[in-house]
């Protein structure tokens, strides 16, 4: 796997088998390669790109600065349609049924790899029913507490949520999301108690922990930033294996006592099984090279985020094994939605 991050925050995917030159070189020549008369007809009409969550949050806003670049790439208006509902399942499930001429695809969020473990039954399966075309990015979560929560560190927040069994309450943006897994990962790796508190996005419940209703959260780092910084939260730890550029001093939860711990919130692009292969190598070729840009990746970097590039090839392998990744920590979670 080739991830696209800045020297001073390399997001460690457990793709390890993917890394190095080899897939550079096989990356660089899928790119390179000659398109057929289907890639160089394609597109003759605009191109849909499904959006499986309410507008206005994280994917929202990255997918509408991606279709931005694509449409200027493409020479062809490329647009957004927000289709939530079902922990992201109703989009995808459009998806997976529209046809697969190029003019349909999805931004795939690894919330959608974590329903597949989540839901008992779901109407489609992502490897078999959704072709791989490009990886975006990776954003890791913040731990942080309300400063009523007499606590400064990992270690005294597990003391504390011992000594007071199911005493302190934790925020997510929906059951399933990455968040609810987070603290569920991070609930169990420690051993304690908490008691979930699942609301109907990242807004109301950055608002009720800043009110105090709410005791911690595992929260995209653009959603509280700005409020740590300001002294109205605390933050006690990133999930992923690297600091946080934003915030270098807030240590990992694996340097904070939990080892081994990471879990990193990702999207890509995909489109319905079956996409021509020099559509699809077509539009990595754009993608990835948006992702590589300079402006683009210190955007991301100051949402917390990082860019990542591969192959179509490479991005289904990563997809095949972050499924297998996400379900061992639903697994271990003991999460379930049905």
């Given at each position: 796997?080739?991830?696209?991050c800045s ?11 993917l ?11 899928s790119?390179?390669q ?5 890639a ?6 605009p ?30 208006q ?13 989009g995808?499930?459009l ?5 697969a ?5 999805l ?17 489609f399966?992502?490897q ?8 975006i ?14 606590v400064?560190t ?12 199911g ?16 603290a ?19 807004g109301?419940?950055v608002l009720?922990l800043l ?14 930033i ?10 006690l730890?990133v ?15 694996a ?11 990702w ?30 990746r ?8 990082e ?13 095949r ?13 003991g999460?379930?939605?049905?």
């Amino acid at each position: 796997m080739l991830t696209d991050c800045s020297s001073s925050c390399r997001l460690r995917l457990r793709v390890a088998s993917l890394l190095g030159s080899a897939a550079l070189a096989a990356a660089s020549a899928s790119w390179a390669q000659p398109q057929t008369s289907t890639a160089n007809a394609w597109p003759v009409r605009p191109v849909r790109v499904v959006v499986p969550f309410p507008p206005g949050g994280p994917a929202d806003i990255l997918a509408r600065t991606v279709t931005s670049r694509l449409a200027d790439a493409l020479g062809q208006q490329v647009f957004t349609e927000n289709r939530g509902g079902g922990n992201g399942n109703i989009g995808t499930e459009l998806v997976v049924h529209a046809s697969a001429d190029g003019y349909t695809l999805l931004l795939l969020p690894s919330a959608v790899i974590a329903n597949q473990t989540l839901y008992a039954r779901l109407p489609f399966n992502v490897q078999r029913d959704l072709a791989p075309v490009s990886p975006i990015a990776a954003f890791p979560l913040m731990l942080v507490t309300h400063p009523s929560v007499p606590v400064t560190t990992v270690s005294e927040l597990i003391a504390l949520a011992r000594s007071r069994p199911g005493a302190l309450n934790y925020g997510s943006a929906g059951s399933g999301g990455g968040a609810h897994l987070a603290a569920e990962s991070f609930r169990v790796a420690a051993g304690i108690q908490l008691v979930h508190i699942p609301y109907k996005g990242t807004g109301p419940a950055v608002l009720d922990l800043l009110g105090g209703q709410v005791s911690l959260m595992f929260a995209s780092i653009p959603s509280v930033i700005q409020q740590v910084r300001a002294g109205k939260l605390r933050a006690l730890a990133v999930t992923s294996t690297q600091r946080s550029a934003v915030a270098p001093s807030v240590p990992t939860l694996a340097e904070a006592g939990i080892p081994g711990y990471e879990l990193v919130s990702w999207f890509g692009v995909v489109a319905p099984a079956g996409l021509p292969a020099e559509i699809a190598r077509r539009l990595n070729g754009e993608i990835s090279r948006i992702v590589r840009n300079a402006e683009f990746r210190e955007q991301l970097q100051a949402e917390g985020g990082e860019a990542l590039a591969l192959s179509v090839d490479g991005f289904g392998e990563f997809i095949r094994t972050e499924s297998l990744r996400w379900a061992r920590v639903v697994r271990d979670a003991g999460a379930r939605l049905d």
